[in-house]
C-alpha cells in the first residue's frame, strides 16, 4: 500500500471516487490575528491498495502535528477495498478519502500533516503557521 497524494486544503470532499478541492495544496497559513485561532481546514488522501492487500482490513490514521509533538487532530478509520469483478488480474485499488476540520493554532511555527497506514508512517506534508506583518 502507499500514499499516492495527501493534500492540505481549504475544503475537500470525494463524490463518486472523485476528489473535489477548493483552495487545495497549500503549505502555509496566515494568520491576521495572534493566536489562539479556529482554523477551517481540509485533508485529502488517496491510498493506491495493491492486489495483494484487497480484500482486508486495514487501520489508517491521519493526524495534525505540532513540531513539538502536540497532536492538532487525529482521525482514525478501517479501510477495505475489493477487487471490482472486472479489474485485471494484478490491478492496484485506490481509495480517497476526505475530511473538513477546524485546527486550534495556539502558536505559530511548524505543523505536518502525518498519514498512517496499519501503524506505519506512510506519508507526511509539512506547513507552516506566520503571523502576518502588522502595519
Do not use: C
Not at 40 to 45: D, G, H, S, T
Amino acid at each position: 500500500m502507499r500514499i499516492d497524494w495527501l493534500i492540505l486544503a481549504d475544503a475537500a470532499q470525494v463524490i463518486g471516487n472523485k476528489l473535489f478541492l477548493l483552495g487545495g495544496g497549500w503549505d502555509v497559513i496566515t494568520l491576521q490575528g495572534p493566536p489562539p485561532v479556529v482554523h477551517r481546514a481540509a485533508i485529502a488522501v488517496a491510498i493506491r491498495v495493491g492486489w495483494h492487500e484487497t480484500n482486508r482490513k486495514h487501520t489508517m490514521e491521519l493526524q495534525v502535528v505540532h513540531d513539538d509533538g502536540a497532536v492538532l487532530a487525529t482521525l482514525n478509520g478501517e479501510i477495505q477495498v475489493a477487487q471490482p469483478p472486472d479489474a485485471m488480474p494484478g490491478q492496484d485499488q485506490r481509495i480517497q478519502f476526505a475530511a473538513n476540520l477546524d485546527l486550534n493554532i495556539t502558536e505559530a511555527g511548524g505543523y505536518a500533516l502525518v498519514a498512517r497506514i496499519n501503524g506505519q508512517e506512510e506519508d507526511r506534508s509539512p506547513f507552516r503557521v506566520v503571523l502576518a506583518a502588522q502595519t
